[in-house]
């Protein structure tokens, strides 16, 4: 029994490297960076540091949010990576402001609100989202006016925003009606 086990560990062995002959792999990192992406990956983060967003690198759009009664009460931000260009990061909220159809409003930047964004209950820290050709990122814009006040705000047609840790501000075609305006963090969202 002892020899069979032996015989086994050994076969096992030499194929392990054999297979890192082949691969070119080595059980030691190459350097000190790459045993901290090794480290961060072992974690659950991405692979080493992905720079953030940098003006003029993403696309972005928005989408009107509906509730069940076919009532626009908000919408989604959707940003995505420009073609080629390589992955970013973005971290907190972005900036809206409503621009046409009323008077300039703000959208107040909220942890959590009523829609499908915002940070679950005891999390206020945003989360960093990795942006690649195959994943973007969402964030909620929620019209904070209930439905029997909506007649007296105004209907407003495009929003100015700005991507978290950028200055790159674009004008976005959405129509919502809304006195107020409530942003909340990015999330992860696959294309």
Not at 90 to 114: C, F, K, S
């Amino acid at each position: 029994m002892t020899k069979r086990i032996a015989t086994t560990a050994g076969v096992f062995s030499v194929l392990g490297a054999a297979a890192l002959v082949l691969t070119g792999c080595t059980s030691e990192p190459a350097s000190p960076e790459a045993a901290a992406a090794q480290g961060d990956a072992a974690q659950g983060q991405p692979r080493g540091q992905v720079p953030a967003c940098a003006d003029g690198q993403l696309n972005f759009d928005a989408e009107p949010i509906t509730n069940s009664a076919g009532t626009t009460v908000g919408f989604k931000l959707n940003y995505w990576v420009v073609g080629a260009s390589g992955a970013c990061s973005l971290t907190g909220y972005p900036g809206v402001t409503a621009v046409t159809g009323g008077p300039q409003v703000d959208a107040v930047r909220t942890p959590r609100g009523a829609l499908s964004g915002g940070l679950p209950q005891g999390q206020d820290t945003p989360p960093t989202v990795v942006l690649d050709r195959d994943h973007g990122a969402q964030a909620v814009v929620e019209t904070t006016v209930i439905a029997r006040q909506s007649a007296a705000c105004s209907t407003y047609t495009e929003f100015l925003t700005t991507p978290p840790n950028t200055t790159d501000t674009r004008k976005v075609s959405v129509t919502t009606q809304g006195c107020e305006y409530a942003v909340y963090p990015v999330y992860s969202w696959s294309r």
